[in-house]
């Protein structure tokens, strides 16, 4: 009996070895990945657009509390704490050239969305729940239900930056009819569930406040989010289904980033991972880099310069390399996320004991 419970306490052992190991060469890659991403905003930081640069500090408030709570377990997982370590203090000095050319490039923009200028504004959840597939939507409408001029406007009310010194936490009927609508697709459903969250950081409490419909009535914050995500959820399902193309794979990394930093860990999925992983560009460190765009985005941009009023989509920015400045944005900042979850199952006290 003795023996048989020593068989069983060394094959857990090896079990535990095994699966550590190769967390550990995931989490190599995630931070390799990371680096490059790094040395890509390194030489275009003049160059990324707002959502460019808010995407890398999510990104590097994940990376704050990785190295906040990593776990002392081994020296191979000491040494990867060291290289975190190392990139967030090439971001650090990174992110002050970044805003101080976003503050010159567009200063009333940028005065907008100062709040989500700063690590500190992005909170990772302390704890993780899933989505639940039944609260997807029967069906969704075909188009966005959303424009962006409304959405930042409903952002500036929240953050208090509708006008200087604006209070903060303004929620207007429009703002809340849309941000609380269901049966919305992709965009949509990302900034609804920003509008929240954002909401959360800023403080912004009772969002819900004068909502009077009797179907609505118990429905809180994190019931959005849940709604949303769960929605988010199967919208990553069909596109993985259906293959992943240039038109999907956007949201699809997007979605991730979200609801991951929502506290949804259900999203951090190995195979999704791997998709990440493999859209990076290896010569430059971007995601989403089309290089047969380069020559007619750099017209492109010769036009913008001689046309300053007309304004970009932010999500469609494409930088001179042919990088896509939205698609880098959220694949570095899901992979922080997924580095913080290979890090909470590789605690040791999940580990079986010896």
């Not at 406007?153 to 953050?159: I, V």
């Not at 991951?260 to 560009?281: C, N, P, V």
Request: with cysteine.
């Amino acid at each position: 009996m003795r023996a048989a419970g020593q068989q069983l306490a060394a094959a857990l052992l090896l079990f535990a070895a095994v699966c550590g190991a190769a967390r550990a060469e995931v989490i190599d890659d995630i931070l390799g990945s990371l680096n490059r991403g790094a040395s890509f905003l390194e030489r275009q930081h003049e160059h990324i657009n707002l959502d460019g640069v808010v995407g890398f500090l999510m990104l590097q408030a994940e990376l704050k509390e990785a190295v906040r709570t990593w776990p002392h377990s081994d020296p191979v997982s000491w040494a990867q704490r060291t290289t975190a370590v190392a990139l967030v203090k090439r971001l650090d000095q990174t992110f002050d050239k970044a805003v101080a050319a976003l503050q010159q490039n567009d200063p009333k923009y940028y005065r907008e969305f100062e709040p989500l200028m700063s690590w500190t504004f992005w909170v990772i959840p302390p704890g993780l729940s899933a989505t639940d597939p039944s609260l997807v939507y029967p069906s969704t409408v075909t188009t966005e239900c959303y424009d962006e001029q409304l959405s930042d406007k409903c952002l500036t009310l929240l953050l208090g930056t509708w006008k200087m010194n604006g209070t903060p936490c303004i929620v207007t009927k429009p703002c809340r009819d849309t941000m609380t609508q269901f049966g919305c697709p992709h965009y949509s459903l990302s900034h609804q569930l920003l509008y929240f969250m954002i909401g959360k950081m800023r403080g912004c409490t009772n969002l819900l406040k004068g909502d009077t419909r009797p179907s609505r009535e118990n429905m809180t914050e994190r019931s959005y989010e849940k709604i949303f995500c769960s929605n988010m959820m199967k919208t990553n399902q069909d596109i993985i289904r259906d293959g992943l193309t240039e038109q999907t794979v956007d949201i699809f990394i997007e979605n991730i980033l979200i609801c991951g930093l929502a506290g949804f860990s259900d999203f951090y999925k190995a195979d999704w991972l791997q998709h990440i992983l493999r859209l990076q560009d290896e010569e430059v460190g971007c995601f989403g880099r089309d290089k047969s765009v380069i020559s007619q985005i750099i017209g492109d941009e010769l036009l913008e310069q001689l046309q300053p009023h007309r304004r970009v989509k932010r999500r469609e920015k494409i930088l001179p390399d042919g990088c896509s400045s939205h698609m880098t944005a959220v694949a570095v900042g899901a992979l922080g996320g997924y580095l913080n979850y290979y890090l909470s199952e590789q605690d040791i006290t999940k580990r079986p004991l010896s």
